[in-house]
């Protein structure tokens, strides 16, 4: 069975820093699809970024990007220039192929972005 | 732009009660998914269904119900309602189409049951 990790409960951020928000996974599949979705304190879940497991390069999207290590098995999100605006919950999912598209979600880690 | 509608926001069930969870999309998405959100936590889904007529259980199935009669509908029933079902339930939508099949969530509900 698939399984994804994030390992960070918080993280702290100063305005305008980058940061690293971790996340490993677990399937023995070699199709697959990784994403990462944003939930605001609003609580809607607003997609971030999709990568999937035969791109051959990173995926970005704005300030957004995905450090896709695939013998590592990890999915890292990195934020540039951070914004108080990206203060959230981030979650990383998992789809398989073939499997209606399916979802599983990590954890989470909560973002809080200082000035 | 309305996407995927999830009616009501907010509600507070006894004990034993029942309720529907209603679900519309109208971006002509085959799949369509029910997930509940306890505190703290990622999602979980609960059913799922790959187009009109079809649905399957997901990974906490137990407590609930759901029918797909039209493309864009998808209600979830909560039959007795017990306090472990108090949660914020989420659904979404993808299309079937292409390889990222990306869902997209409902703003949410947030059912207590007390």
């Known amino acids: 069975a698939q399984k994804i990790t994030q390992t960070q409960p918080g993280m702290f951020v100063q305005e305008k820093e980058a940061v690293t928000l971790d996340c490993t996974y677990d399937t023995s599949d070699p199709s697959y699809g990784l994403f990462w979705y944003k939930q605001p304190s609003s609580g809607e879940m607003i997609f971030l970024i999709y990568?999937?497991?035969?791109?051959?390069q990173n995926a970005t999207e704005g300030r957004y990007s995905l450090n896709f290590q695939k013998a590592r098995k990890s999915a890292n999100l990195v934020i540039s220039a951070s914004q108080l605006g990206d203060s959230a919950m981030y979650f990383c999912?998992?789809?398989?192929?073939?499997?209606?598209?399916?979802?599983?979600f990590g954890t989470g880690t909560r973002l809080q972005v200082t000035l | 732009n309305a996407g995927v509608t999830q009616t009501p926001k907010f509600r507070i069930l006894k004990i034993g009660q029942s309720m529907t969870l209603q679900c519309t999309q109208d971006m002509n998405h085959n799949y369509m998914y029910w997930y509940r959100q306890d505190p703290g936590m990622g999602l979980k889904l609960i059913y799922y269904s790959v187009g009109a007529g079809i649905t399957d259980k997901g990974e906490v199935p137990n407590g609930y119900n759901v029918s797909r009669s039209t493309t864009e509908d998808f209600p979830l029933r909560l039959e007795l309602a017990a306090p472990s079902q108090t949660s914020v339930y989420f659904c979404?939508?993808?299309?079937?189409?292409?390889?990222?099949?990306?869902?997209?969530f409902g703003a949410g509900t947030r059912l207590s049951v007390l």
């Open positions: 979404a939508s993808s299309s079937s189409a292409g390889d990222k099949n990306i869902q997209y």
């Open positions: 990568q999937g497991s035969y791109d051959q």
């Open positions: 999912a998992m789809r398989l192929t073939g499997t209606a598209s399916k979802l599983t």
